[in-house]
Every structure is written in C-alpha cells, then in structure tokens.
C-alpha cells in the first residue's frame, strides 16, 4: 500500500524551516501600522544580506529570475549580446539571458564541481559579453580563474549563486567574487521568504542602476531620466526574510551535517560529488544508474525526491544540435534526496537503506 493510503507522514523532498520566530515577527508586524510594501523592513533584510556575505551593497526584487535579468540590464547587456551559461543548471539561467533580449550559449560542465568548465568555451565572439557562472549546490573550484578569464576577455562577471547561500570559497562568500552575485528566496531555497531574490555588488554605480531599476528609473520624487520598472519587494516577505537570515548559520550547519550523513552511508556505492568544505549543500545529490526507478521505490515508501536538473539544451527552446557529454552524463542520473533542515539522522539512513534497495538491485 503506497505510505500516503496508509497513514504515514510523507517525508517532502525539501520544505521551508518557518517556526515561531517567523510567527511572531509577522505578527508585531501588522500590528505595527503596516504597509506592507518595501520599506524599512525591508532595508534591514538588505543590511542583513550584505552583512552576511560581505558586500558593499544589496537590492532585493521579486525574484532570483528577476534578480538576474535586472543584473544583466544593469551590466547594459541586451540585444546582440551573448552570455555564457552552463548547461547544466536552473533553466532560470537562460531565461533570464532572454528575458533581455540576449543570446545565451551553452558551455559543459566539469565533473569535479558540476559547474562551468571554461575548457569547454569553445569560442568568444565580439559579441560575447559576460559569463553568468552558476555556483550549483554552493560548489566552487576556482573563483580566481573565473575572475581572470573575464578581465583577459573583457567580459562582464555575474555569479548565479542562488544555490549558495551558506557557501564561500576561500573565506570569501560565493556571489562576491563578480561584478555582480544574484540569490534567490524562493520556498526550496535554504533562506526564503516565499519568492524573491537579491542583488549584491561592492560597485556604487552599478547598485545605483539597480535601485533605479526596479523603481521606474527614478531619480528623485518623480523625475525618470532612465528606463526602470517595477521589480520591489514587500515588507510582509522581509519580515520572515530577517528572522530566516538569523537562522541562516544553524541552517547552514544542519545542511553540511545531513550531507555529511547521507555521504557516510551512500558515498561508497553511489557517485557523490563532495564539494569543499566551505560549502554548505542546498539538496543532497547522488548519481546512479536507474533514478527513476529509485524514485518510485522510495514514493511508494512515503520518501519525496526529485530528479535533477536536464541539461538546457534538451529543453525544446534550447536545442542547438551540438554535444554536452558531461552535463548529459550527470544530469541523466541524478537524483535529490530530502534535504529539509529538521531531518533525522534516524530518518536519513532509513531512506539510505531505501536507496541501497533498489540503487544496487534494480540497475
Ligand atoms: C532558484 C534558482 C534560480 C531562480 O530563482 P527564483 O527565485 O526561483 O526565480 C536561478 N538559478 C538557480 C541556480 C536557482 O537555483
């Protein structure tokens, strides 16, 4: 009998960690004369964020999907400009390339840390102008060589690290490193506020294009001498926002633990990637031969996962008939396993044992 007919509780692939704290400051909060929209709740979530990761500036908008598409217009990257993007990530990443009206190109992956692999750039045309490099799961092998391939090629550096809060490299947060780093608050993601998304930069100039931005281009009352549009956010999410950003180190932590207990048990018979010890992963991946049919066996075990990202250019809007043999390798055999932050070590390797069933059994 499927767990669910049965009367088990499902154990959800992820879920957001919302308790009292987040009860009560929403509370206070509405009783406080509320407007709900941005205001200063909202610069407090900022401060924090910028706090936190160590930069100059934060801008929060609707979304990570947002927050990318805002990036790049800040950058003036539009129409007749090409961005590199991995193949294998979010399909946020492309969209958000097309959103302004730029071409992205597609670039494999390496198999040590499952992002970009700048071996593969086959070619930079005159019209290449930036690189979004997306920090999947909080890995990162080599900032420094992404920081110096742009500045020799002149291009522009926008870090997707809306995976990564939690994550650094070198003691330096991910989403620092380039000219721009973009998160997302969306309801998997280890901080949320249902939706929503930040901007971080260390340049004044191009966080005073951001602002105007997402405000109509406004410079002063209601003087418009730029282009901008409507991208603010909410009080009512920066209020929940805060109180996850102070949980933000004990999440961390959790996630780092429960990878770590996942690793013990499966890492010997599955491939994982281990990332550094600086990051902090977001979902626990493993990768074998049969996914699918692991997936169903720990659903009709009240256990969720999900199949992982496909590769962007097996997406019909994406198809360009060229080969990414790593991206492919991984993103066919991938699979996440829950990585909620209250997790059991109990609970953990009672799904590892489902995972041993029928990972090694049913290849
Ligand atoms: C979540 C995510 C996004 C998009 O963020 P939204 O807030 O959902 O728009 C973009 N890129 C990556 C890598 C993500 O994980």
């Not at 400009?81 to 399909?91: A, F, G, K, Q, S």
């Not at 010890?277 to 991946?285: M, Y």
């Not at 009672?350 to 069933?357: A, E, H, P, S």
Request: charged share 20%.
């Amino acid at each position: 009998m499927p767990a669910q007919e049965a009367g088990i509780d499902m154990i959800n692939q992820i879920e957001p960690n919302i308790d009292g704290y987040e009860v009560e400051a929403m509370n206070n909060y509405l009783q406080s004369g509320a407007w709900l929209t941005e205001y200063d709740r909202t610069t407090e979530f900022e401060c924090k964020i910028a706090e936190y990761v160590g930069s100059k500036y934060c801008v929060v908008v609707p979304s990570g999907t947002v927050a990318l598409a805002v990036a790049l217009w800040a950058c003036g990257i539009g129409y007749g400009d090409e961005v590199l993007v991995p193949n294998y990530t979010m399909i946020a990443t492309p969209n958000a390339v097309r959103m302004v009206g730029a071409t992205p190109v597609l670039v494999d992956i390496e198999a040590k840390s499952l992002c970009m692999d700048l071996d593969c750039v086959w070619s930079l045309s005159e019209k290449t102008r930036a690189i979004i490099n997306v920090s999947l799961n909080g890995r990162a092998l080599d900032m420094a060589r992404f920081q110096d391939f742009c500045t020799a090629n002149n291009l522009t550096l926008i870090e997707d690290a809306c995976q990564s809060l939690g994550s650094f490299h070198n003691g330096r947060h991910l989403g620092t490193f380039g000219d721009i780093g973009v998160f997302s608050f969306s309801s998997p993601k280890i901080v949320t506020t249902g939706q929503g998304g930040a901007l971080v930069t260390d340049d004044e100039g191009l966080y005073d294009k951001i602002r105007k931005l997402k405000d109509w281009g406004r410079d002063g009352s209601d003087i418009h001498n730029t282009l901008g549009y409507n991208f603010k956010f909410t009080d009512l999410q920066a209020v929940i926002g805060i109180e996850q950003m102070k949980k933000l180190p004990w999440a961390s932590g959790r996630k780092r633990h429960i990878y770590q207990v996942y690793e013990s048990q499966l890492s010997d018979v599955f491939e994982m990637i281990h990332g550094s010890n600086e990051s902090t992963p977001w979902f626990v991946d493993i990768y074998l031969d049969n996914p699918t049919v692991v997936q169903e066996h720990l659903k009709e075990n009240g256990v969720g996962s999900r199949l992982v990202y496909k590769p962007i250019n097996e997406q019909k809007i994406y198809a360009d008939g060229k080969s990414y043999p790593v991206s492919k390798r991984f993103s066919h055999r991938g699979l996440w396993l829950p990585s909620s932050v209250n997790l059991t070590d109990e609970q953990i390797i009672n799904i590892c044992g489902l995972v041993k069933q029928k990972g090694l059994n049913d290849g």
